[in-house]
């Protein structure tokens, strides 16, 4: 059964509600109001009023103080209005449709031609409101399978890595801490923290190439040799080789830091990383902050080569340089939420004191 749609007349004058209710009732259920006041309320109490029409002069809250209204609540957006209008001035229906209204409604009424006008419309922005529900599910799908896709390519990288997928976890964890840390903390690197969410996403994938590896190499128990770390340092390059495949499956925001995160998580703020040798800010803020991450999570898990690190080592460590050099203004965030990324459950490990440096700390 079809859900009768509603439209609300606002008019001061009991005359004008009356006869537009009579034109409309055998369509439409009718909610009147006399002055703006009610005609807002009404709007925020039946969420399905499908049109208003509405008088600019009436007394008190006039119908451009309703509209604009309207606009700050964004139900201008969704729901079309009509000015009642005889003689009021050139000025005021512009002002009004500068605020969104669609169309005029002179007196006298014209029944036929009024009711096709207005049904129209209506018909329009349905269309309009169903198609936009619509293509936010499609998108909200969309998002659901960009995340599965990332986090299967993730568990696989870490099945092989010898991890069982807790790596990804902490580094999602740690990036979205020191990222709204950064954001906070300088002016420079602020983002919106729907941009900070798809990073988080994105920092899933900094070691998808380590899919291209040897096992002899990704699962080596000692130090590398230097034929082996300069295999290791193609996963970057591999990795981006592997997202250009699939950018058409991935959404663009999503699919770019990925990109940018998984070439350049290794580079370091003196230039000394690898592959492309960036210095300072040439390193995306993401891609560093991403970089402090997986080596912090580097030293402080056991991995197949070396016992894990305590927290206050692993910071010892990251600010004394031993690690590489690091943005000191990422190192300022990391300082102030040092304490919260060590009481995390999911940060949580059973520690062990190493006090030599490990082979590798490429995470």
Not at 98 to 110: E, N, T, W
Not at 172 to 190: A, D, W
Not at 259 to 274: N, Q, S, V
Request: aromatic share 6%; net charge negative; hydrophobic share 40%.
């Amino acid at each position: 059964m079809n859900k009768v749609r509603t439209l609300l007349i606002v008019d001061d004058i009991d005359i004008n509600r009356a006869i537009l209710a009579d034109i409309f009732e055998d369509e439409y259920g009718i909610l009147e109001a006399s002055d703006g006041r009610e005609a807002l309320d009404a709007l925020e109490k039946n969420p399905d009023i499908a049109a208003v029409l509405l008088d600019l002069l009436m007394p008190g809250m006039n119908g451009l103080d309703v509209l604009a209204e309207m606009n700050k609540n964004k139900k201008i957006e969704r729901i079309p209005v009509f000015l009642i209008t005889a003689a009021d001035s050139e000025e005021m229906l512009m002002e009004g449709y500068h605020l969104g209204a669609v169309d005029i409604i002179s007196k006298p009424f014209m029944r036929y031609f009024l009711k096709h006008r207005i049904s129209n419309v209506i018909e329009l922005y349905a269309h309009r409101n169903d198609l936009e529900m619509i293509v936010a599910e499609q998108v909200e799908q969309l998002n659901q399978m960009n995340q599965a896709m990332v986090e299967t390519l993730a568990n696989v990288i870490e099945f092989r890595d010898g991890e069982s997928g807790e790596h990804v976890k902490r580094i999602c964890g740690l990036t979205r801490i020191l990222m709204n840390q950064v954001s906070s903390m300088f002016p420079e690197y602020r983002m919106p923290k729907e941009e900070i969410e798809k990073i988080v996403m994105a920092s899933i994938l900094h070691d998808v190439g380590k899919i291209s590896i040897p096992d002899r190499v990704l699962n080596k128990p000692g130090r590398l040799t230097a034929e082996e770390f300069e295999i290791m340092k193609q996963h970057p390059v591999k990795g981006c080789e592997m997202l250009q495949n699939i950018p058409a499956v991935m959404d663009r925001g999503i699919y770019d830091y990925s990109y940018d995160i998984c070439r350049h998580h290794h580079e370091r703020w003196d230039g000394r990383g690898y592959p492309d040798g960036l210095v300072g800010d040439d390193i995306t803020i993401w891609a560093q902050v991403v970089s402090l991450a997986d080596v912090y999570d580097a030293l402080t898990a056991k991995r197949v080569y070396k016992d894990a690190f305590s927290h206050e080592k692993a910071v010892q460590m990251i600010f004394g340089g031993e690690c590489g050099a690091f943005n000191p203004r990422v190192l300022k965030a990391f300082e102030a939420v040092a304490d919260r990324v060590r009481e995390k459950k999911w940060m949580s490990h059973q520690l062990q004191k190493n006090e030599s440096l490990p082979g590798r700390t490429e995470g």
